[in-house]
T-cell receptor, first 117, second 109 residues
Framework: EAGVVQSPRYKIIEKKQPVAFWCNPI?????LYWYRQNLGQGPELLIR????????DSQLPKDRFSAERLKGVDSTLKIQPAELGDSAVYLC???????????????FGPGTRLTVL | ELKVEQNPLFLSMQEGKNYTIYCNYS?????LYWYRQDPGKSLESLFV?????AVKQEGRLMASLDTKARLSTLHITAAVHDLSATYFC?????????FGAGTRLTVKP
């Protein structure tokens, strides 16, 4: 079974430029998460989707960040314009409540390492 | 607000030795996860702990959960070099997942 796919794996841009990240979750997973992981820290949730609906975007800096999940499958996270402090690894994860397990195990993609110069 | 604290943040140990990583959290939860992350790689799920007193073991790693103390431990037995990685605990509070800062483990020969 294919895991969570993210692209690009690495991105280097200059400040004030736009950037976009793409995520393809595990087939059948209705919940999709975007996290930001700063160097030496744990992941921090930016936004969570249930199907195509953003149900938790309280930590998303909405002045410059946007996300969409069209048709409830793939998702795109955009930053415009990027700032120096946005340099981090952006992780996508997916999960599904379907099945016998009483918990919501998240499966993570490889991440996109963003460097803003 | 749910807070998750891990200690130590850095751990250097000799092969063959035992050690414990601690994870404290601030609010009631009965779902705790341990993940492993290798440099430049993503997070790999190790354990899911769902109830007070839960204990899970896989190879040289054993995780436990005390919901009353709001504490989980990850115990390493007879460490080997392959265990070198960063270990994260994460607490799920009504689908709001909060991660600790991670423990960077280095196992030296």
């Amino acid at each position: 079974e294919a895991g969570v796919v993210q692209s690009p794996r690495y991105k280097i841009i200059e400040k004030k430029q736009p950037v976009a990240f793409w995520c393809n979750p595990i087939s059948g997973h209705n919940t999709l998460y975007w996290y930001r992981q700063n160097l030496g820290q744990g992941p921090e949730l930016l936004i969570r989707y249930e199907n195509e609906e953003a149900v938790d975007d309280s930590q998303l800096p909405k002045d410059r960040f946007s996300a969409e999940r069209l048709k409830g499958v793939d998702s795109t996270l955009k930053i415009q314009p990027a700032e120096l402090g946005d340099s981090a690894v952006y992780l996508c994860a997916s999960s599904s409540w379907a099945g016998p397990q009483p918990y919501n195990e998240q499966f993570f993609g490889p991440g996109t390492r963003l460097t803003v110069l | 607000e749910l807070k998750v604290e891990q200690n130590p943040l850095f751990l250097s140990m000799q092969e063959g030795k035992n050690y414990t990583i601690y994870c404290n959290y601030s609010t009631t939860s009965d779902r705790l996860y341990w993940y492993r992350q290798d440099p430049g790689k993503s997070l790999e799920s190790l354990f899911v702990l769902l109830s007070n007193g839960a204990v899970k073991q896989e190879g040289r790693l054993m995780a436990s959960l005390d919901t009353k103390a709001r504490l989980s431990t990850l115990h390493i037995t007879a460490a080997v070099h392959d265990l070198s990685a960063t270990y994260f605990c994460a607490v799920d509070n009504n689908n709001d997942m909060r991660f600790g800062a991670g423990t960077r483990l280095t196992v030296k020969p």
